[in-house]
């Protein structure tokens, strides 16, 4: 069991000044009086980047644009009823992803721990591979295919013999590249074409389960 504290906000930029304790999900809208939920959301996305967001709508038009920003749900009001236990089991399974983790030895440096969940891409270069966070870059060792087997295959898509992408990331995939929320573009390769297409529809749609 758990216990769940409910706060209410009216506008967008008193929810973006709160600066009590963390908030782990927030239900928005999308269409607000003189203010944009998706905007709202960015911006969440760069305060707080562990918090889980999930839109409430009358709209279906916004399916694609809400992709623009980190989300676990987007979610028809009229069904809010009848998702609402599979919200919260999603919910918790995203909350316990930002607990996983995975080691690699940087060069030049020791040991480190990586949250799965800041990791953006990861590339190889020669004979290192580069791992992107959201706040920084390093150097390994390790291969891109023993990479792959320790990351959650649902999270993560290979798309390149040089390349593994978080989904999470992808604000949309274009049939040659991924394009990242960052405004970096990684290229998908003809031979990873049909696997990276099976990869982000599922992704998709488990946003919308």
Known sequence: SYYIDLLCFEKGQELLSYTEKPIDVIFIDIELPEENGIAIAREINRQWPT??????????????????????????????????????????????????????????????????????????????????????????????????????????SRCHSSYVVNLSRISRKNRSSYELLSGESIPISRSYAAKTKGDYLRWCSRQMD
């Open 51 to 156: 918090c889980q967001i999930v839109y409430c709508t009358d709209y279906l038009n916004y399916a694609v644009d809400v992709y623009e920003t980190n989300h676990v749900w987007f979610l028809v009001k009229s069904q809010l009823e009848d998702r609402i236990d599979s919200i919260m089991d999603k919910i918790q399974q995203a909350l316990r992803m930002e607990h996983r983790e995975v080691y690699y030895q940087v060069i030049k440096g020791e040991m480190t721990r990586f949250q799965v969940k800041d990791i953006c891409y990861f590339e190889r270069r020669t004979r290192l591979t580069l791992l992107v966070t959201d706040k920084e870059k390093y150097f390994i060792k390790e291969k891109i295919d023993d990479i792959v087997k320790n990351l959650p295959a649902e999270e993560f």
